[in-house]
């Protein structure tokens, strides 16, 4: 699949290594969200205060705007370890075994896309968490015999794209929940700042705020465009990222003023001029536009949905007032009526 830089997910694992160095290390360091963050605070500074471990922890919402960074915020304040892993990589309960036995009190698992845990697992992990042990079966037959081993007072933090995906008995184990929002042009627009003065690039305030309004809400793609804008003030200019370096960068990119890029605007064209509006079903778009229906759900949709550049409705998807004024389109007759605003 080609890479996209308006892609929210992890781009690759030098890049998860690369981000990590420059995340914020603790709940407050995050910027945008000590609101947000107050429950989680609370119940942390709780726990640590009664020395104990904080209690189960859910984090969902849209990848790129910070579960992973909450979690490892969260074992450094309590000065435990954080051991990461995910649902599709643990295939086996033995994995998980593995990895319960080697934690210790107040240390914090990550279990990152928690829904697709296997079920085996998922029945395996639940007197983990409930009562800190697991149990297994050795041998067979007649001389089977259920051993149990007892578990240090871990963390479980679950981290998931898709909440509603989530077994109800797997939900039910977690006491704090916590859901990430997308960020506001001037919260983004603070990130830009931070992450430049940790990469150690000057930048004017004009050009930090177009990387910002460019972001599309998530601080994984602010942090994207940084990187490439440093680069290309290094090659065209004298290193300073400016407003017309900034501009530009992003422009040959691909990604425009609202922060859309080729794929989005191709999406875009296909309901509105090649469905004349929509509505059109999911299924015919990634065939018109031979993509893959999932990244056009999960990395296409919900960045349009949000700014009212699409419209979902039983029928399938269709083009805004606003998609057509987007992409400098008239609209057509056929779709005047009805349209949604
Ligand atoms: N509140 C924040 N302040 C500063 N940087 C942030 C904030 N939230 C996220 N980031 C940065 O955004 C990037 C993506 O965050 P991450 O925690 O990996 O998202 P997720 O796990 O939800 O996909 C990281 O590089 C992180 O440093
Ligand atoms: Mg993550």
Do not use: W
Not at 68 to 73: E, L, Q
Not at 115 to 130: D, Q
Not at 235 to 250: E, N, Q, S, Y
């Amino acid at each position: 699949m080609r890479q996209r830089i308006v892609d929210p997910r992890p781009l690759s694992d030098e890049d998860e290594r690369f981000n990590l160095t420059r995340r914020p290390r603790t709940l407050d360091e995050m910027i945008g969200l000590s609101h947000q963050l107050e429950p989680l605070r609370i119940a942390l500074t709780a726990a640590m205060e009664r020395d104990e471990p904080l209690e189960h922890a859910l984090l969902d919402g849209p990848p790129g705007l910070g579960k992973t960074t909450i979690a490892h915020a969260i074992a450094n304040e309590m000065g435990a370890k954080l051991v990461q892993s995910s649902g599709p990589a643990l295939t086996k309960t033995g994995d998980l075994m593995g990895i319960l036995t080697s934690l210790g009190n107040r240390d914090v698992l990550l279990i990152d896309e928690i829904h697709r845990m296997p079920v085996a697992v998922e029945e395996f992990i639940y007197p983990a968490m409930e009562e800190r042990k697991v149990q297994f079966v050795v041998d067979r037959g007649a001389f089977a015999k259920t051993i149990e081993v007892p578990l240090k007072g871990f963390t479980l933090i679950g981290a998931t794209t898709k909440a509603g995906l989530l077994s109800k008995p797997l939900r039910e184990r977690f006491s704090i929940f916590h859901h990430v929002e997308f960020y506001k042009p001037e919260h983004l627009n603070a990130i830009v700042l931070r992450s430049a003065k940790l990469l150690e690039v000057p930048i004017d305030d004009a050009a930090a705020a177009e990387i910002a309004r460019r972001s599309r809400g998530t601080p994984r793609i602010t942090n994207n465009y940084l990187k490439r804008v440093r680069d290309f003030a290094q090659v065209k200019g004298d290193g300073r990222v400016t407003l017309d370096v900034a501009t530009k960068a992003l422009d040959m990119l691909g990604v425009d003023k609202a922060g859309l890029d080729e794929l989005d605007r191709r999406f875009l064209r296909a309901i509105a001029d090649f469905y004349d509006g929509g509505p059109v079903g999911i299924e015919t778009l990634a065939a018109t536009l031979n993509e893959d229906r999932g990244t056009l759900e999960d990395v296409v949709e919900p960045y349009l949905l949000r700014i009212g550049l699409l419209n979902r409705t039983s029928k399938g998807r269709c083009a805004t007032r606003r998609s057509y004024e987007h992409l400098g389109l008239e609209i057509p007759q056929s779709a005047q009526r009805g349209l949604f605003v």
